[in-house]
């Protein structure tokens, strides 16, 4: 395994498809066939009922803001390039609950419970999920 930058995600043999679909423009989940429950982060077994009987399921890409925070200073590389920038907490429609940014959104449209829509930002060699309005797509 080659060392990966502290800002982007480590891709294994176990990540590999979901960056996979990223790059391709899906959102993917674990799902559990024992307790039948969506999941994320992705994780080799189920948070909810431990069973080892999960698999990959593209998600709907469907999301509702839970809570923002508008980050206005960072001094760690990239993000300081990228301030202003939306930290978000999102749940997503298939019930789990991801942290994210939120783009092309302006800071006073941002409301709790507005609708939002799976996107991608590349970055170096990886696809990033992020979400923005899911009115504007």
Same mark, same amino acid.
């Given at each position: 395994m080659t060392?990966t930058p502290a800002?982007?995600?480590?891709?294994?043999? @176990?990540?590999?498809? &979901?960056?996979?679909?990223?790059? !391709?423009g899906?959102l993917?989940?674990?799902?559990?066939?024992?307790?039948d429950?969506?999941?994320?982060y992705?994780? /080799?077994?189920?948070? &909810?009922c431990?069973? !080892?009987?999960?698999r990959?399921?593209?998600?709907?890409?469907r999301?509702?803001l &839970?809570?923002w925070s508008?980050?206005?200073?960072?001094d760690?590389p990239? @993000?300081? /390039?990228?301030?202003? &920038?939306?930290?978000?907490v999102?749940d997503?429609? !298939?019930?789990?609950?991801?942290?994210?940014e939120?783009?092309g959104?302006?800071?006073?449209d941002?409301r709790?419970?507005?609708?939002?829509r799976?996107?991608f930002?590349?970055?170096g060699?990886?696809?990033?999920p992020?979400f923005g309005s899911?009115? !504007?797509r």
């Amino acid at each position: 395994m080659t060392a990966t930058p502290a800002n982007l995600p480590d891709v294994d043999a @176990f990540t590999r498809p &979901y960056w996979d679909a990223a790059a !391709e423009g899906h959102l993917l989940l674990r799902h559990c066939a024992a307790c039948d429950r969506a999941h994320h982060y992705p994780r /080799e077994f189920c948070p &909810y009922c431990w069973s !080892e009987d999960v698999r990959w399921e593209r998600a709907s890409g469907r999301a509702t803001l &839970y809570t923002w925070s508008v980050v206005h200073r960072n001094d760690l590389p990239p @993000f300081g /390039e990228r301030v202003p &920038y939306v930290a978000a907490v999102v749940d997503l429609a !298939e019930g789990p609950r991801m942290m994210t940014e939120v783009v092309g959104v302006a800071e006073g449209d941002l409301r709790i419970g507005m609708e939002l829509r799976v996107a991608f930002r590349e970055d170096g060699d990886v696809a990033v999920p992020v979400f923005g309005s899911a009115s !504007e797509r």
